[in-house]
């Protein structure tokens, strides 16, 4: 009897273990290792005519994002420098998703928008019409989030941001970030961020 019991025991132990174990293997979402560190994408032309020099730096859950816009097409003339702080980021698995989309999709929340612009002119033509209602130094990162600025209103802190992105050896590929509940259905090949 004594044999029987310490049987169905051991059974039960088992099945309890093997349980758990299966559990942790179908998690929604991964760590964030693969991203962690500097990406950067070199000197490219936007559609706007402008050349942007990105870098994004994934810390833990913590994303900042620089973007540098210069007016030639070698990007040594700086109009302006964005940063874009993000908070709580997490991944979901590696899928083909019923958009069509491949790649992991994320979500991450805004911390801060912050903007520095280079140009004395613009810094003048900025303070003329009170651009986002604050007064601009040429140089000085200023803080936009949450704010209107003409006709754009920039998200507020917290407002969480859903992507998709893509892993090709040391290339990532990103797609934009939106708040709208719906995560994008593809990636863009530019830029091209390089694992540094």
């Known amino acids: 009897m004594k044999k029987l019991i310490y049987v169905l025991m051991i059974s039960l132990l088992s099945l309890t273990i093997f349980s758990c174990a299966k559990k942790s293997n179908t998690s929604s979402t991964t760590t964030t290792t693969e991203l962690e560190g500097t990406w950067s994408a070199a000197c490219y032309v936007g559609t706007d005519n402008l050349s942007y020099k990105n870098t ?80 601009w130094e040429r140089g000085t990162a200023t803080d936009i989030t949450g704010k209107t600025c003409v006709s754009d209103t920039y998200d507020a802190a917290n407002t969480t941001y859903l992507g998709l992105y893509k892993l090709v050896g040391n290339n990532l590929f990103l797609s934009g970030f939106n708040s709208t509940g719906t995560y994008p259905t593809s990636v863009s090949n530019t830029p091209t961020y390089v694992k540094q």
């Open 56 to 135: 994004i730096t994934v810390s833990g859950t913590g994303v900042i994002a620089k973007y540098e816009v210069h007016s030639d097409s070698s990007c040594n003339t700086d109009i302006y420098n964005w940063e874009d702080t993000y908070s709580s980021l997490s991944i979901g698995d590696e899928g083909s998703f019923s958009s069509g989309a491949t790649g992991h999709q994320f979500t991450l929340n805004v911390v801060s928008f912050t903007l520095a612009v280079q140009k004395t002119s613009i810094v003048s033509d900025l303070n003329t019409i009170s651009f986002c209602g604050v007064y």
